[in-house]
């Protein structure tokens, strides 16, 4: 499915678009593990090309993420410990520090990405490795929030990390996941896994679920789906 909406971008897009649409594929394209995601996001910040195939114009996740954010936290942003997940070249991490926020730690698996990163200033620590069923190197209940823009597909963050974000979050604390609608259906890892999942963590106490809301033109046009979750 993902092949062929990427077919009819390409009959309906302009040339740049194409191109950055055909690029963004490519790190969602089937049956691509996490590995390769991680050395196909490096090769893509080492071209210089990443932030222009996904500016503003063409991928909203980062806007989107820090308006949920603003809103649960409307004052005091310089003591709010965020955890931006799947961090990519830093465009959640740049648009928080606009907003007032001073204590921000991004998590990628792509060195290139994290490299792009370090040079924005705008993180405390930034570590690399994947978001999975893996146990990372955080205490628990470190983060009063966890943040995903753009970081859910094929060969990305898997189901299982859900329990993970839980973990290291502080009780109270928020777990904010944009990402686009369709991988709901299209990606197998999440179909009739992801929000199952979700549901069960909610039905087990281990949070409850503000939000669920559709956003348009999350990303090349293609809607996008806005989860908000507090930690019991």
Request: with cysteine; proline share 3%.
């Amino acid at each position: 499915m993902a092949s062929e909406k990427a077919r009819h971008f390409a009959e309906k897009g302009n040339q740049k678009d194409v191109a950055a649409y055909t690029q963004n594929y490519g790190a969602h394209r089937e049956g691509i593990s996490m590995k390769e995601v991680a050395d196909y996001y490096t090769e893509w910040a080492n071209s210089n090309r990443y932030e222009v195939d996904l500016g503003p114009e063409r991928y909203r996740g980062p806007k989107i993420a820090t308006d949920c954010l603003c809103e649960l936290f409307p004052d005091n942003r310089e003591g709010v410990k965020i955890l931006d997940i799947a961090a990519g070249t830093g465009f959640l991490g740049e648009e928080l520090w606009k907003k007032g926020y001073r204590s921000i730690d991004g998590l990628d698996p792509a060195e290139g990405m994290i490299e792009a990163a370090r040079k924005k200033n705008v993180y405390t620590n930034l570590i690399c490795d994947f978001m999975s069923e893996k146990k990372l190197d955080f205490d628990e209940d470190t983060y009063d929030a966890a943040a995903i823009a753009g970081g859910m597909g094929e060969g990305h963050i898997p189901c299982g990390a859900l329990y993970e974000m839980i973990r290291i979050v502080k009780p109270g604390g928020y777990i904010v996941i944009v990402m686009r609608e369709e991988y709901l259906e299209h990606v197998s890892d999440y179909k009739n896994k992801l929000e199952p999942l979700m549901k069960e963590l909610e039905l087990s106490g281990h949070w409850i679920k503000l939000e669920r809301r559709i956003v348009p033109k999350y990303s090349f046009e293609n809607n996008g789906v806005v989860f908000i979750f507090k930690k019991c």
